[in-house]
């Protein structure tokens, strides 16, 4: 990543090596990240993450919209359904 690049994680907390983030954080190899998952969660009050000011930290809320919300609760009964079908195609980790 060029220096003037943000790091955007809102997926997965473990996707991510958060001391080598850090470390690029500080030094200055990145400009910043905006967070919503982290490598342990709650992210601990002491992570070096929160005392950044190149970091912005979300508790793992980034899709807690309304829109968002009505969307999942209507995905999770058109997933409920298609089981109760014996169609478990869409949306299925473990097949």
């Given at each position: 990543m060029k220096p003037t690049a943000?790091?955007?994680?809102?997926?997965r907390g473990a996707s991510v090596?958060?001391?080598?983030?850090?470390e690029a954080l500080k030094s200055g190899v990145i400009k910043g990240a905006g967070l919503d998952v982290f490598e342990k969660e709650p992210l601990p009050?002491?992570?070096?993450l929160?005392?950044?000011p190149?970091?912005?930290?979300l508790p793992h809320i980034?899709?807690?919209t309304?829109?968002?919300r009505y969307d999942m609760s209507k995905l999770a009964v058109e997933n409920l359904l298609a089981a109760l079908n014996g169609d478990l195609?869409?949306?299925c980790v473990n097949p």
């Open positions: 943000f790091f955007i994680n809102g997926g090596d958060e001391a080598a983030l850090v009050m002491n992570s070096e929160l005392t950044l190149n970091v912005i930290a980034g899709s807690a309304h829109e968002t195609t869409k949306n």
